[in-house]
């Protein structure tokens, strides 16, 4: 089995489809507003092998609000919502907004600490402010998603047992850092996941990605550590069962 444990499944058209190539795998769609997150309980509600994470990005405070908050913590209680995300900070584009990023981080972090849900975090020119809130909450179950910091910073990381999302950006030929990552994080603390629609990897760049394609990630990641696509699989479906509780009683 395959469990693609991040992606964004609201976007296609063809979505039959789509879970369709998923058959006998699971998926985890994120939302990322309040817009996105109701397709999120849509999605799970309707698609048996399809789970959901919820959350405000970083990217989104500025739409968001109180109220954005108290709406996901009313859906917890859903069976199929299996942690909080994707949260986190992204410097990007949106440097003046970085108290309010914060803000909402840290109010979701403690919202997955009262539900004890596993976190997805996304993170982008922002990886030592992530680091110092997240040394905070390293009692929670934590994923740092498309990871794309350095080799030291996988280890700080580590030490807080943190697991690392993996995606289609290690397939890209100019991937040198994410490699070495890949070689040096134990097997045991990796996901794969797809980003889906985005970060499609190699050789169908420039197409719509989709979750089927977690396989090739499974192959690069095989091939750098030069195990096999089935330990990796296998691994990788144990860790992700392990952070996400697919099978959630209240
Ligand atoms: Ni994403």
Same mark, same amino acid.
């Given at each position: 089995?395959?469990?693609?444990?991040?992606?964004?499944?609201?976007?296609?058209?063809?979505?039959?489809?789509?879970?369709?190539?998923?058959?006998?795998?699971?998926?985890?769609?994120?939302?990322?507003?309040?817009? %996105?997150?109701?397709?999120?309980?849509? +999605?799970?509600?309707?698609?048996?092998?399809?789970?959901?994470?919820?959350?405000?990005?970083?990217?989104?405070?500025?739409?968001?609000?109180?109220?954005?908050?108290?709406?996901?913590?009313?859906?917890?209680?859903?069976?199929?919502?299996?942690?909080?995300?994707?949260?986190?900070?992204?410097?990007?584009?949106?440097?003046?907004?970085?108290? +309010?990023?914060?803000?909402?981080?840290?109010?979701?972090?403690?919202?997955?600490?009262?539900?004890?849900?596993?976190?997805?975090?996304?993170?982008?020119?922002?990886?030592?402010?992530?680091?110092?809130?997240?040394?905070?909450?390293?009692?929670?179950?934590?994923?740092?998603?498309?990871?794309?910091?350095?080799?030291?910073?996988?280890?700080? /990381?580590?030490?807080?047992?943190?697991? /690392?999302?993996?995606?289609?950006?290690?397939?890209?030929?100019?991937?040198?850092?994410?490699?070495?990552?890949?070689?040096?994080?134990?097997?045991?603390?990796?996901?794969?996941?797809?980003?889906?629609?985005? +970060? %499609?990897?190699?050789? /169908?760049?420039?197409?719509?990605?989709?979750?089927?394609?977690?396989?090739?990630?499974?192959?690069?990641?095989?091939?750098?550590?030069?195990?096999?696509?089935?330990?990796? +699989?296998? %691994?990788? %479906?144990?860790?992700?069962?392990?952070? /996400?509780?697919?099978?959630?009683?209240?």
């Amino acid at each position: 089995m395959m469990i693609d444990t991040h992606c964004h499944l609201e976007d296609y058209e063809n979505i039959e489809t789509i879970i369709k190539n998923m058959e006998g795998n699971k998926m985890i769609t994120s939302g990322v507003n309040d817009e %996105t997150n109701k397709e999120v309980v849509k +999605l799970i509600n309707q698609y048996p092998n399809v789970y959901g994470v919820i959350g405000i990005h970083p990217s989104e405070v500025s739409i968001s609000n109180e109220k954005s908050i108290l709406w996901i913590e009313e859906q917890l209680n859903n069976k199929k919502i299996v942690g909080i995300g994707e949260i986190g900070l992204d410097y990007h584009y949106g440097i003046e907004e970085k108290e +309010l990023q914060k803000q909402f981080f840290k109010k979701q972090l403690e919202l997955a600490r009262k539900y004890h849900l596993p976190v997805v975090i996304h993170s982008r020119d922002a990886i030592e402010d992530t680091y110092q809130i997240l040394k905070e909450f390293k009692d929670l179950k934590i994923i740092l998603h498309c990871y794309s910091g350095s080799v030291e910073m996988a280890q700080k /990381f580590l030490k807080l047992n943190i697991y /690392f999302g993996i995606g289609g950006v290690v397939t890209f030929k100019n991937s040198k850092t994410l490699k070495e990552v890949v070689k040096m994080l134990p097997l045991d603390h990796i996901l794969l996941e797809t980003d889906s629609p985005y +970060l %499609t990897p190699e050789p /169908f760049r420039g197409q719509k990605n989709e979750p089927k394609n977690i396989l090739l990630v499974a192959q690069t990641i095989a091939k750098i550590k030069e195990i096999s696509v089935e330990q990796v +699989l296998k %691994t990788t %479906t144990i860790n992700a069962e392990q952070q /996400f509780d697919f099978n959630k009683t209240l």
